[in-house]
Every structure is written in C-alpha cells, then in structure tokens.
C-alpha cells in the first residue's frame, strides 16, 4: 500500500516528525514517513487527496480519565471508520467514573505534537495505549506524525508492541 506518497524510513527524516515521535521511532526499519500538505492531515481528506483507503488509516485520540478529583489520560488507536468507545469500554478499562476526550490544548501540550497528527508514538510513558483489535490485524496501518505534515505508515502488529499497549475490541 503506498497511494500516491512516497514512504521513506521515518528515522532517516527527523524534518517530518514530532521530537517525541523522532525518539520512539528510532531505529524501526518499518516505521515510514511521507511529507503531505498539512491542510489534508484529516483522516478523510488524506485518503481522499493520496489515494489511501479508508480502512487502513487509524486514529489517534487522547482520553481524560477521572476518579475521585484525579485526572488520568490514556490514548486510544481505533480504525478511521469506527470510533472509540470511551463512555463504555474505554471508561471501564480505565476504571474512571468518567472518560472524555481531553481538550485540545491539553492533548498536544501533554504529547508534545500538533492537534490532527497526534500518534501512538512517542506518548508519555506512564499513558496505557489501547490499540483496537482491528487497527492490530492490518498488514500495513497510517497513523499520525506527531505533525500535520506527514504520516506515518506502519504494520498493524507493531502498535501492540508500544510502551504501555493494550489490544481491545475497543471501536464501535
């Protein structure tokens, strides 16, 4: 799968990815990276614009769990044509009262990345990741960069493999 991009080895463009990305891809051989117009980093418009499926781009949301006056947070990597069930699966697993996206302003400050290129890689340590199944099962998945630049393209079953990664059933 390549649309009409051209995928490069991600570590070998530090120009194309966010600082905490850079680190955490460092030295994957199959994470790549592909430069697009940072106007089409919304999942539709990119798929539409470089000729990528659908179903095989994946998003990329931060959830603020509460309980008890805390605050947690904890990412959610779910396929672009479904999304997360944070007020039922994701709450539950968390074991929050209650789950929500977190805000803009609190999601790229805690990640360090761009709103519309946040990614599963290089997410603060102490975050759980859950990855839905299905994102797990593709051969090849796009996700974000940490910018709105580019995207990443990776296998599937290396999301399972992140710091703090959980694989659910975690879309609807």
Request: hydrophobic share 45%.
């Given at each position: 799968?390549?649309?009409?991009?051209?995928?490069?080895r991600?570590?070998?463009?530090?120009?194309?990815?966010?600082?905490?990305?850079?680190?955490?891809?460092?030295?994957?051989?199959?994470?790549?990276v592909?430069?697009?117009?940072?106007?089409?980093a919304?999942?539709?418009?990119?798929?539409?614009?470089?000729?990528?499926?659908?179903?095989?781009?994946?998003?990329?949301?931060?959830?603020?769990?509460?309980?008890?006056?805390?605050?947690?947070?904890?990412?959610?990597?779910?396929?672009?044509?479904?999304?997360?069930?944070?007020?039922?699966?994701?709450?539950?697993?968390?074991?929050?009262?209650?789950?929500?996206?977190?805000?803009?302003?609190?999601?790229?400050?805690?990640?360090?990345?761009?709103?519309?290129?946040?990614?599963?890689?290089?997410?603060?340590?102490?975050?759980?990741?859950?990855?839905?199944?299905?994102?797990?099962?593709?051969?090849?998945?796009?996700?974000?960069?940490g910018?709105?630049?580019?995207?990443?393209?990776?296998?599937?079953?290396?999301?399972?493999?992140?710091?703090?990664?959980?694989?659910?059933?975690?879309?609807?």
């Amino acid at each position: 799968m390549s649309g009409e991009l051209n995928w490069v080895r991600a570590d070998l463009h530090p120009e194309l990815l966010a600082e905490p990305v850079l680190t955490a891809v460092r030295g994957i051989d199959e994470a790549r990276v592909a430069e697009i117009d940072p106007a089409l980093a919304d999942t539709a418009a990119f798929c539409q614009r470089y000729g990528m499926p659908l179903s095989t781009s994946a998003n990329c949301v931060v959830v603020a769990a509460r309980r008890g006056g805390e605050v947690s947070y904890a990412a959610c990597v779910v396929p672009a044509t479904r999304r997360a069930d944070v007020n039922g699966v994701v709450r539950r697993h968390l074991g929050a009262r209650k789950a929500s996206f977190a805000p803009m302003e609190e999601a790229t400050g805690l990640t360090g990345m761009e709103y519309g290129g946040i990614t599963p890689f290089g997410l603060p340590g102490d975050w759980p990741v859950l990855v839905d199944e299905a994102v797990v099962a593709e051969d090849e998945v796009v996700v974000g960069s940490g910018v709105r630049r580019s995207k990443l393209l990776v296998p599937g079953k290396l999301l399972a493999g992140l710091p703090g990664a959980e694989v659910l059933a975690l879309a609807r």
